[in-house]
């Protein structure tokens, strides 16, 4: 699938990914490939990530921690999309 990650600056992240991890409003969340299509609210917290060849152009490399194969970028709210197996976040 795949994440696209949306801050008021810029769309810091365009990668194929295959699980991603989400801080909903009604609590945790993952996203596998070919998930439903899902509308959520998101709240404080991380958004994590893995896959096999995921791409960050350098520029944000530096927005994002990368532990064992599993990214990170911390959000104050937002809101995603999955539809499509494209899942877009929005983010503060």
């Given at each position: 699938?795949?994440?696209?990650?949306?801050?008021?600056?810029?769309?810091?992240?365009?990668?194929?990914?295959?699980?991603?991890?989400?801080?909903?409003?009604?609590?945790?969340?993952?996203?596998?490939s070919?998930?439903?299509?899902?509308?959520s609210?998101?709240?404080?917290?991380?958004v994590?990530?893995?896959?096999?060849?995921?791409?960050?152009?350098?520029?944000?490399?530096?927005?994002?921690?990368?532990?064992?194969?599993?990214?990170?970028f911390?959000?104050?709210?937002?809101t995603?999309?999955?539809?499509?197996?494209?899942?877009?976040?929005?983010?503060?």
């Open positions: 699938m795949i994440l696209e990650i949306v801050t008021p600056e810029a769309t810091i992240l365009h990668s194929k990914v295959d699980v991603v991890s989400l801080p909903g409003s009604d609590g945790k969340f993952q996203l596998l070919h998930h439903a299509p899902v509308v609210l998101l709240i404080e917290g991380e994590k990530f893995k896959g096999v060849n995921i791409t960050i152009e350098e520029q944000f490399e530096a927005k994002f921690t990368n532990i064992k194969g599993e990214y990170s911390q959000i104050k709210s937002g995603i999309e999955m539809k499509e197996n494209y899942v877009t976040v929005l983010a503060d």
